[in-house]
């Protein structure tokens, strides 16, 4: 992650590149020129110019949308277009988002602002932005239909609230959602507090993302909108592993991480090393008796959870979804599980008709990171990401949490991998072994049935060879 460097190329293509063909000359001299992101990378904390201070957050791969302050008025402008997301390095899906990317560019405010949006529609179809979690007046909710006609192509709406409530919020579309969600568009606000709030902690770190999922077929572009469940990417920002930043932050920093779920399934979201505490939802932060220290906190769909912890430990920590099929990449569910089934022979034969079909799975399938199989183009391999030992064999929801002692106040650049103290990495043992203790005995049952116990069988499992000659 590259951080000051990029935000000043942001910096300098801040205004400009949007077309002013769906908006007259006239309404364009009163909008505040569209701010346009292309690059995935993770920008620096958009450090406010205007208004009252704060600590402002860090989006992961992604960034903070800049406003113009107009008679005390934050004003932002959202563009809804088609975007090119890399969702990881050599893998592009064509999506739809807000201003150049997908998920649209955080919003930042403060408690009390007055807040005027302008919404460009550049999509080809209708559409709305709902403020999920506001209190605002009910014709600025954006349920089209409900709240306010849908934004028709080429126009351009306005809405303007207060933001009267500090905490953790996202926007998305309410206009034909299914769609326009399966395909990206969605964003975060974050409303920081207007004066101390005892329930609000000071941190030195604050980052945000929302979790998101795909369905693109190995070798095309675009997400299969009708899929309900089913998903074969699973993000975060529009990105997976390893193409997701990881968290850089100061030994002994306050951390507060803010997540959302708009994906069909709800998310484990769990951190290594270290307890945090779920301090807000979207329905604000948490009384300060219903706390407790947890590692994992599963965020269901529609939830935004803030965590906070104490970065104290340092090193290279896992920061991932805990269900498994959802720190993998472009899965083909179909496949059986092959673990202990010898093909010997059948792959023999195969291999008569088919000189390279190669047998999967039948150790496990760690293979799959290391075996380069040739896939389509642009297509995210299933499971990568080398870490300094090897591949970690994972993909999808998973990032790292680095936590440096000379990492810098206000640094979020990447410190590279952990360097390990002597004698502090598990390794391989040589030296004479105990034979380990195993459970013998056969199993009873809690309810013994009045008749007679079945005939005892045994499944034969067939110990891996350690090598493929045998094949
Ligand atoms: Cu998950």
């Not at 969600?181 to 929302?210: S, Y």
Request: charge should be neutral; charged fraction near 20%.
């Amino acid at each position: 992650m590259t951080s000051r460097r990029d935000f000043f190329k942001y910096a300098g293509i801040a205004g400009g590149a949007v077309a002013a063909s769906a908006v007259s000359r006239v309404a364009m001299a009163a909008l505040p020129e569209p701010v346009i992101q292309t690059s995935p990378n993770t920008m620096a904390p958009l450090v406010p110019n205007s208004g009252r201070a704060y600590n402002p957050v860090v989006t992961l791969n992604g960034w903070t949308l800049p406003w113009r302050m107009n008679q005390g008025v934050k004003e932002f402008h959202l563009v809804s277009e088609p975007v090119v997301r890399e969702m990881a390095p050599g893998f592009k899906a064509h999506l739809w988002g807000y201003n150049g990317q997908s998920p649209g560019p955080t919003i930042e405010v403060v408690e009390g602002d007055r807040v005027r949006i302008f919404v460009t529609n550049k999509l080809p179809e209708h559409t709305s932005i709902h403020w999920h979690g506001q209190r605002l007046p009910n014709g600025m909710d954006g349920v089209a239909g409900l709240n306010q006609p849908a934004i028709p192509t080429g126009k351009t709406f306005v809405y303007e609230f207060v933001a009267r409530r500090p905490g953790t919020f996202m926007y998305h579309p309410h206009a034909d959602e299914m769609t326009q969600m399966a395909m990206g568009m969605m964003g975060f606000w974050v409303t920081h507090p207007k004066v101390k709030n005892p329930l609000i902690d000071e941190v030195q770190r604050d980052f945000c993302f929302l979790l998101n999922a795909y369905d693109i077929d190995p070798g095309s572009y675009t997400p299969k909108i009708m899929t309900m469940l089913d998903f074969n990417l699973w993000s975060w920002n529009s990105r997976i592993f390893p193409g997701i930043d990881s968290l850089n932050v100061r030994l002994n920093d306050k951390v507060r991480i803010r997540v959302g779920n708009l994906t069909m399934t709800n998310h484990p979201i769990h951190l290594h090393g270290h307890e945090f505490l779920v301090t807000g939802t979207d329905g604000g932060p948490t009384p300060k008796s219903t706390r407790w220290y947890e590692v994992t906190t599963d965020v269901a769909v529609g939830q935004m959870r803030q965590i906070e912890f104490l970065a104290d430990e340092e090193g290279d920590w896992a920061f991932h979804c805990h269900k498994s099929h959802h720190t993998m990449n472009a899965m083909g569910h179909n496949v059986p599980t092959l673990i202990g089934v010898d093909h010997r022979g059948v792959a023999k034969k195969i291999n008569n008709l088919i000189p390279d079909y190669m047998v999967m799975g039948e150790r496990g399938m760690a293979d799959m990171a290391e075996m380069e199989m040739p896939i389509p183009d642009n297509t995210a391999p299933m499971m990568t990401g080398e870490g300094p030992f090897g591949s970690v064999e994972m993909g999808g929801m998973f990032s790292v949490l680095k936590v440096r002692r000379d990492q810098k106040p206000g640094d979020y650049s990447n410190p590279g991998w952990f360097k390990h103290p002597k004698g502090t990495v598990a390794h391989e043992y040589t030296g004479p072994l105990a034979e380990p203790a195993r459970f013998k005995s056969e199993g009873g049952q809690s309810m013994p049935r009045s008749q007679k116990p079945a005939i005892p069988t045994e499944v034969k499992v067939r110990k891996p060879s350690s090598s493929h000659d045998n094949h």
